[in-house]
């Protein structure tokens, strides 16, 4: 009986031991590296896949950061899927990066944790100059990050062959938008169906966040109308104001010119198995230095086309991200990972780095590169596009949002009715939120 | 009227084989198109290529990718075999106090749901000082279903099999090696293809517990293909199907000897 | 001889202990640590502050909890009878062709939706019904519907959603009523026969009646599972149109992941774990006990 009960331990200590040797070799041998590489500062940078194989890519570049500062570089490449559950659970743990690559809806819950850098006194007036974008890092009164990936807004492409076809010119306001789509909309091929759209439009969310609606098609509608999301002190929303109201009725109009199942498609289906294909008037996607090639290789139904930055109503406007990188506040060396950074947005890597991965420049000596059909967003449109309002509780109040736009095209709410509601979610959150942090 | 009742049964049937197929054969074909045509049908053979799985294989470290998820879900399997067949045969057969409320307790923990525990089984790990470590996407795998299925396979052993091997003087353990074990194999073969399945299917966890490249697994290291806004269709059916295959393997595998295990249970067919 | 007896108490312990230490290490002790965040405000970034009970008073005048806790009921309604019907009929079809090509082919089939992922299973599904391909269209227009109109109505979102979790798991409970199933020996049917029972017959009163204590751990199986419906969601639906197919861990995931509040996620999903373990026990007092379940 003895023998049988002390082999049963024995096995069960064999194997947890057994996982645990596999589990301490490397942890042994993570060690003896970390003693050899003491005398340099490393620092640990997290990049999400802005390409096929942005490791590969970025890895040469950095040598020579590392050899001038005789430092080390440890990227990581994180997943685009689950990204912040990979940030928040990293750093609650206090094991998160020095720099990472972080996006607008993250920002609020950082910055007002002190996870995050201010660096507006690291910053000199040159550097300012130098670098385009850096005021578009500047949110809730602090510098928390510098713009990487920008110059993309969502712009609105349009169909330059049906356009010709209706004796259209591209569309500058609202009323030439609506009038187009309406003459769009038609059936081509006299089946009784009607197969060509105004709008290709997609509100189904699966595939990427609920926010993606909001960023290919309702930022654009209100900044246009002269709204925005947050009153100015960001202690209350204000979307439900008749700038917001005239742009969700507006969208809402155009419903008789989209798929029938904007429902169930999502955006970027919408955008390519009907614009793509030659089936729409109109169509929103995120925009890119590479779209000409882009385009001419993989659409080849969509023989003619051009874009509009962005119409006008009172105002233009369009939704361009910033997505920056940060400094986190468990950061060691600060001014080396702010000399990284201003290093990897400056002209010298991106150059290099933008020949393999077109972008927008990002400085003013970095020239264009990209197809130049693409150019005008980034130089005579560049005030027409910019990012979002960072606010409290954004992700929240914006995903609310998101919903609500979808039971107003779903019909199971009225445009005003929907907005009150969600204006009054977004108060409530932003109520709770002020009380704990004034 | 048999005969037709029957046939009308094969028809069914036939249905049922199609429905369940026919998305994985239209995943294959789709991850054999190029991006351009994906949503074209027709698959004509000159347009499939295999280019989307040579971005995957490009990637050097695949090979390291693939052994890692195949190292964790095979030693996931061993892990909750050993566990669940132990504990399956204690719960099923000994009596011991608290028997029943012991048991009890374990199936409740099956009412935990484990995406929202990942904060806190983070803590935990973390306290463990396991972050990065094969054990922490090991140990956690083992769940109260394998104890349970084993319960109720070795509940249905007749316990006179039991007697007459302790008469003849078998240790609890011996029993359970030669007497339980090979009459619930089927069992053990459920459970095995569940565990392997799940442990290879595993996102999130493996996301939040590793940042070595080193210990990456197979569908994490898929993801990091998918730049943000790409809709390359082909290419997510491509990584779908490397995926798929494994599992799908491990289950033709242990098929065949599900089968005998079966016969060999004697249980009649 | 005492010392043989004393020691030999121990040994069904050392038996369930590996099990018992990793179910409690990770489970267990997570459960703990989840219970002790709901009464905290917790951000995830900053340490958590205790603030007692109002996580709670928030649960009772929170309108998209309500919405969630319908939804994951709506979903657990037509799973569970449906995973319960089809794996019954399914064993009971292969069973008495089990030597056959049809009777493995199928068994064979009907597994594989279930080696797939979730999220997998989701993306597929989802490029099928709106792709439009003409085959899909003609199927689907055999029962009048438009297959790429199902995930975008609030009302067809959710049956589709769970149809699709019952067609990917279908193969999981068949498997489990299958081997029950074949250990009902031969001769009670021979039996029957002789006292000149039909097929039919023969299943009501014998197949299913001693299949009783399997389908109540399927339906225990089955309820458990559906209310912690997630991956299948996230990826078909993203939670819409409007919230409707928003299940409850999705809800709590997204309160700890999208709003920072991973406090009060967790005492969502505590109100989720109470929901389902009152669901099961009502469950298993309904249906009658016998002495081989739970």
Sequence with gaps: MKKRLLSVLLCAAMVVGMVAGCGSKETKSEGGKEEGSSEKTTLTLWMPPLDEDTEGNWKPLLEDFEKENNCEIKFELIPWANYEEKWSTAISNGEGPDIGYMYAEMYPTYISSGAVVDMADMIDDATKEEYLYIDRGYMMDGQYGIPIVTGVPFVLYYNQDILDSLGETAPETWEDFKRICEKATQDTDGDGKIDQYGYAVGLNSGDMSNLYILNSYIYSLIWQAGGDIYADDLKSARFNDDAGVEAIEFFKSLQPYMPENVMSISGTDAFTTIFAEGKAAFGVTRSSQSHETLFAESYPNLKNWDYVTSLKNKNYGTFGAADSLSIMSTCENKELALKLILYVT????????????????????????????????????????????????????????SSHIQSIMEGKMEVKEALDESVEFANETLDEYWADNE | MKKVLRLLISLFLICVILVCILPFVYMILMSLKSTINVYDFRFALDELSLQQYKKIFANPSFVRYFINSVFVAIAGVFLTLFTSCTAGYAFAKLKFKGNDKIFLCLILTMLVPSEVILVPLYIVVRGLGWVNTFKALILPLPTAFGVFIMRQAILAIPDELIESAKIDGASSMKILWSVILPLVKSAMLTLSIFTFIGAWNNFTWPLIITTKDALRTLPLALTTLKAQYDVDVGLTMACATVTFLPPFIFYLILQSKFEAGVALSGMKS | MKKKKGLSVLVPYAYITPISLILLTFVAGSLIIAICFSFTKYNIITPAQFNGLYNYQKLLRDDKLRVCIMNTLKLTVIIVPLQL???????????????????????????????????????????ILNGGHPAVRAVFGIFGIDPTMLLGSSESAIVTVACIIVWKSMGYYMIITLSSLMSIPDNYYEAAKVDGANSWNQLTRITLPLLKPTLIMNAFLATVSSMQIFDMVYTMTGGGPSMSTTTMVMYAYQLTFKGSKAGYAMTVSNVLMLMVLIIVLFQQRFMRRDASEI
């Design chain 1, 346 to 401: 400056g002209s010298e890597f991106m150059t290099e780095y933008h020949k393999v991965a077109p972008g927008a420049p990002l400085t003013k000596s970095e020239a264009y590169v990209g197809d130049p059909k693409m150019e005008r967003i980034v130089t005579e449109d560049r005030d027409k596009w910019r990012p979002l309002q960072v606010g409290p509780c954004g992700s929240e109040i914006l995903e609310n949002l």
């Design chain 3, 85 to 127: 019907f089809t794996s019954t009929l399914f064993a009971v079809l292969i069973a008495s062709r089990q030597n056959t090509f049809l009777g493995k082919l199928t068994k064979a089939a009907l597994f594989i939706p279930v080696l797939s992922s979730s999220a997998v299973v989701g993306t597929v599904w989802k490029t």
